[in-house]
């Protein structure tokens, strides 16, 4: 296998997560509600898939448990900033630090343990394809699921009622609630799923990128997955781009590392978070010369029923 495909296959398996994660963020954001938590998400998603996965052996289990886990924490989030209406961003930062000491308190007594990642299941016929085919189409269940995943919040958010009102919640809230909508009912219903994704993209490390525990697991791939979100403009097909361009950061960082390229490690690992900002800054610099405004109108803003702004 050429050194280009190992490349590609390793850039899906690194951008998974980043996928999960940042559909569950656009889910949450296009209903007008930032998630700066995913950091923490994501390492309670890794935590206890881990944990279910030790006692169980069962992958449905652990990654169902992942994203049940990670939902009740994201309620939180929802109470605090819908019901008690909080500031989404200090709420989303205390979710990090809550996740970082959660999964560093009870992960000290998993070191050493391992779990059987995630098997390979080749499409037959496609996974035969040059490049593309190891790529895309030898890939473990999550990174189909992901996929799946993908079109399905596209179409939820684009094609259907309920993503109408989530996307409408994003832009008006007021003219929403003035229609009969529940706004707080949608919030939380995007926030709560957008959260449950988030998890289980953290679920993915232990279960098929790193089989056994380490502290920090995530390694701050949430906050890559929160600049991915404006990076794909809110919208879950460009996410898959844009996970995938991440993706192939980190999967060049490693083998880099790995052909003992003299370069410094510190170096390589900060390429990744290097490239979050360049990108960050060159959307903003295009939207703002072509005028354009992707971002959820209400995105951030607290709601009042029955107040006029």
């Not at 929802?78 to 990090?96: E, F, K």
Request: glycine content about 12%.
């Amino acid at each position: 296998m050429d050194f280009f495909t190992q490349i590609l296959i390793a850039a899906v398996g690194m951008g998974t997560p980043l996928l999960f994660a940042t559909i569950g963020g656009v889910i949450s954001e296009r209903a007008g509600v930032i998630n700066l938590g995913m950091e923490g998400l994501m390492l309670v998603g890794a935590l206890v898939a881990f944990v279910v996965m030790l006692k169980t052996g069962s992958y449905f289990y652990a990654v169902s448990a992942a994203a049940i886990s990670s939902g009740v924490v994201s309620m939180i989030h929802g109470v605090v900033c819908l019901m008690l209406r909080a500031s989404q961003i200090a709420s989303g930062l205390a979710l990090t630090f809550f996740g970082t000491g959660l999964s560093g308190l009870f992960g000290d007594k998993l070191m050493g343990e391992t779990v059987e990642p995630l098997n390979r299941i080749p499409v037959p016929g496609l996974s035969s394809i040059p490049i593309l085919g190891p790529a895309l189409f030898n890939q473990d269940v999550l990174v189909y699921f992901s996929l799946l995943c993908v079109g399905l919040s596209w179409w939820m958010l684009f094609k259907t009622r309920l993503g109408l009102n989530i996307r409408s919640i994003g832009e008006a809230p007021e003219v929403c609630d003035s229609l009969g909508i529940s706004v707080l009912s949608y919030r939380f219903f995007a926030v709560v799923g957008g959260g449950m994704l988030i998890g289980i993209g953290g679920a993915y490390f232990p279960l098929a990128l790193t089989p056994f525990w380490v502290d920090g697991i995530t390694a701050g791939r949430g906050w890559i997955a929160v600049a991915l979100v404006i990076f794909a403009f809110w919208d879950p097909l460009k996410a898959l781009g844009g996970a995938y361009l991440f993706g192939l950061a980190l999967a060049l960082e490693l083998r880099l590392q790995i052909l003992g390229i003299d370069m410094s490690p510190y170096f390589l690992k900060m390429l990744p978070y290097v490239l979050t900002i360049l990108v960050l800054t060159l959307v903003t610099i295009r939207n703002n010369r072509l005028g354009i405004q992707v971002m959820p109108a209400a995105l951030g803003n607290v709601f009042f029923r029955g107040e006029k702004h």
